[in-house]
């Protein structure tokens, strides 16, 4: 019978007859710019890894592709198991995980590859750098959208790729920037959203059981610590299962194991993840870290050189200058491929955006530090602000970090020209 084995937040092993499938790990530290942390310990051993024989990620971010995690597993471990990823423009990811020391790596596509006699893996990429898994095995099979934003659409053509499922496993509570400090509507109303995703997945999927997961994290920054109050807790989700799926709820605490289709009582689970959340005030947060001026100015500037560079098109020089308050520094700054990143006198201008030097320079120094700010939640939008605006630098910046490049009208049409006349027949 097709097991599961729960490690920690998104992060579990599929066991279905030999073959025994790790999916998403990280074990320990903090992710997103030091702004997430584990709401409970991690349960892994070295007898439960080296019975481990394939390894799938389901997309970049840190709390699923955990590099200080990757880098701390076993050498005989990455010389063994059959890692897989999406497959990619750039094959960055697959290049990053063999230089870990990775021997075995392969992309998957829009076909199931085998795991072993009767299990099969299918995991085509989904939208924005994400993808989801179906496991597929004599017994029972389980499809993990674990962050997936999906929508009705979405659903009906995952329904069509998998077929009748057994297992969801699915995220449970935000994960992203939700509102301003003190906005508790917001805050609210996003909780609220991801239930309903979540009833709409079961309505559409039709799951026998669903298995809540991607959530079991805490905020851990003095910028973010407020979306701790009203991020979704495990027994409320239990109960709104209940009562609007078709599904039944299941919570597995690390350590946990589960035989798909056996009686599963989640009160001790959900207790003990309850008692973890009501401790996180007793936690030490994340330093506040400040980053000088120069720095920062350096590495703005740096961020509009690798924008121009990747990106001669109108989309970019066609943005508008967008407005930065830095809180710690105390100034206001403009940011545009002409006018450069600059300071400029506060006077009565409304900011797009105020936020501390370090996560704006985060933002600053990697192609995906702009989705670390929006997950990371650590900003505020004034009243009369315009955050689109200032985030549209870093939805170019996150489509270049996935291998997209937009070269401009002639280089492209040269570049077209040169693959049609190498193609030719002589």
């Known amino acids: ?105 392969q992309e998957l596509d829009q076909q199931p590859v085998a795991l072993g006699a009767g299990v099969s893996l299918l995991g085509p990429p989904f939208l924005h750098g994400d993808s989801w898994s179906l496991v597929r095995g004599p017994d029972a099979s389980l499809l993990n959208l674990n962050d997936c934003n999906t929508n009705r659409q979405t659903l009906d053509v995952i329904a069509a790729q998998c077929g009748p499922i057994d297992v969801l496993v699915t995220q449970f509570s935000y994960a992203a920037w939700a509102g301003n400090k003190g906005d508790e509507v917001a805050h609210r109303d996003a909780a609220a959203a991801v239930v309903d995703r979540l009833v709409e997945q079961c309505e559409v999927l039709r799951p026998r059981y669903v298995v809540l997961a991607a959530s079991f994290v805490w905020f851990c920054h003095p910028d973010n610590f ?115 990143f600059v300071e400029v006198p506060s006077g009565d201008k409304i900011p797009d955006v105020e936020l501390g030097s370090d996560a704006l320079d985060f933002a600053f120094r990697f192609g995906w530090g702009g989705e670390t700010l929006i997950v990371s939640g650590r900003y505020v939008v004034p009243k009369g602000g315009n955050f689109a605006r200032f985030h549209e630098y870093f939805n170019i910046a996150a489509d270049n970090n996935r291998g997209h490049r937009f070269p401009g009208l002639l280089k492209t049409m040269l570049r077209t020209a040169a693959r049609l006349f190498r193609g030719a027949p002589h």
């Open 1 to 105: 019978m097709m097991k599961l084995h729960w490690i920690n937040h998104a992060s579990f092993i599929v066991d279905t007859q030999d073959t025994r499938l790790l999916c998403d790990p990280w074990f320990e530290g903090r992710a997103f710019n030091d702004s997430w942390a584990l709401l409970a310990p991690t349960c892994i051993d070295d007898a439960s890894l080296s019975q481990v024989t394939h390894l799938w990620f389901s997309h970049e971010h840190p709390d699923h592709f955990n590099l200080p995690t990757l880098k701390r597993l076993p050498a005989a471990f990455k010389e063994r198991v059959q890692v897989f990823f999406q497959t990619t423009l750039d094959q960055r990811v697959v290049a990053a995980l063999r230089k870990l020391g990775f021997a075995k790596v």
């Open 226 to 340: 407020h979306m701790n109050a009203h991020a979704n807790r495990i027994g409320d989700v239990v109960r709104s299962v209940r009562e609007r799926c078709a599904a039944q709820a299941i919570v597995l605490y690390p350590g946990d194991t589960w035989v798909v289709g056996a009686e599963h009582d989640p009160g001790p689970a959900i207790q003990r993840y309850q008692s973890d959340q009501d401790r996180v005030a007793e936690h030490a947060l994340t330093p506040a870290r400040h980053v000088p001026e120069a720095e920062l100015l350096a590495h703005g500037r740096d961020f509009l050189r690798r924008l121009i560079k990747h990106n001669r098109t109108l989309r970019l020089f066609l943005l508008a200058p967008t407005r930065i308050q830095v809180s710690d520094l105390g100034k206001h700054f403009i940011l545009h491929p002409l006018r450069g």
